[in-house]
Structures are given as C-alpha cells and as structure tokens.
C-alpha cells in the first residue's frame, strides 16, 4: 500500500464520535489561522487535506488532550499493520523546506527551521516536475520504512521570498521559538493572498511585522 493510501485511511478514521465531533470547531480554528478559502480558490483541496493533516497529527482533542493519532494508536483499534505505520507517522516532519537537489524521483529537502535535510521520494506524487532547485515548500515529511515521503498537502511559495522567510525564522528562533506551527499558518494566510491577488507585489504579501 501507497503512503497516501495509509495516509487516506487515517482520514478516514477521523469519523469515529469521539473524534469527528470536534471536526466542525477545528476546521473553524484551523481557517482562521490559516485563511477563509472557498471552494472557488485553486488551493481550496490542498488546504482541506492541510487541515486534515493539522487535526489528525497535530491538534489535541479537547476531551483527551491526545491528538487523533495518539487517540488511535492508545485505542488499540488499529490493526497491526496500519499501527506499525502510525508509530512512523509520529515522527513527521512539518516545517518549511528548501529544495537543495533533484534527482529522478527524489528531492533532498532541507528544514529552513532546523537546517536538517531529508532525501524525499516523489515516486507517488507525481511531483517532480513542480520541484525546481530553491522551491520554496510548505509541508509535511512522512517517514516510512526507512525512507520519506511527502503529505499531498503541499504548498509552494514563491522563491523570490526565500529571504525574508529566513529571516523571520532567524528572527523567531533568536527568540526561543522551538516549533515552527505559527510561521507555517501565517504562510498560509499570505499564500492565499499572492493566489487571489497576483497584482499586488509579492514582497507586498509576504510581509513579516517586525518586532
């Protein structure tokens, strides 16, 4: 079975009570830090799998302070193959990355957060011609069985903004900032603007308030 596929069956396992009733306030709290999209706008299904992602790795439940995939996993209702996927899905990476090489099929990313690199595999994203050296990149690392691969979840910024992002993660790390969530939904927010506004200058978007 294909990441996506696993990845897909945890999406559908947040329909249980437990979990789906938080679904509607989450989504809310995951738009209003990240943009108000409508169907209309080109990301709107990047962003539904974003938020996805969000609830199920990253979110704590309100009723358990687990998130769904720790819930999942403390159920014992997994069965072992899908458990022995979830327990790698823990480890996911999801920060802001820089595209440092291409290869056939692979793309070495590196975390602009912590500088750490990975060797990704776009062998089921059918990704490779979006990658150029430099792409800006938003998203999330699935480790598997020794090797990793990317969420559909993906959002590329443009790269004559590479700057400024480093600058604003130097910024938020020299004050003591460890996780780089907040940056990641601002993001978010000002993709979405530089896709509906695409007469504005960039630098006019991908404007960080200095503190």
Known sequence: MMVREYLEKLWERLSVPDI??????ARREFLARTGEVIEEDPSFDVRMASFLDW???????????????????????????????????????HSVFLARKLREN??????????????????????????QPSSLV??????????????P????????????V???????????????????????VMHLKWERYRHVKIRDIYCFEKK
């Open 153 to 164: 979840a993906l959002f590329f910024h443009p790269r004559e903004v590479k700057g400024l």
């Open 55 to 93: 609830f199920l790795f990253e979110r704590p439940l309100d009723n358990s302070r687990l998130t769904p995939l720790e819930l999942l996993l403390d159920s014992n209702s997994l069965p072992e193959e899908e458990r022995a996927v979830c327990q790698q899905f823990v480890g996911n990476v």
């Open 20 to 25: 789906a009733a938080e679904m509607p306030e």
């Open 106 to 131: 692979q793309v070495d990313l590196q975390d602009l957060f912590t500088k750490k690199s990975f060797p990704v595999s776009l062998t089921e994203n059918d990704l490779i011609s979006a990658f």
């Open 138 to 151: 938003q998203g999330r690392i699935l480790p598997l069985n020794g090797a990793y691969f990317l969420s």
């Open 166 to 188: 480093e600058q604003e993660i130097k910024r938020l790390k020299k004050e003591g900032e460890a996780s780089p969530l907040a940056l990641i939904h601002q993001l978010m």
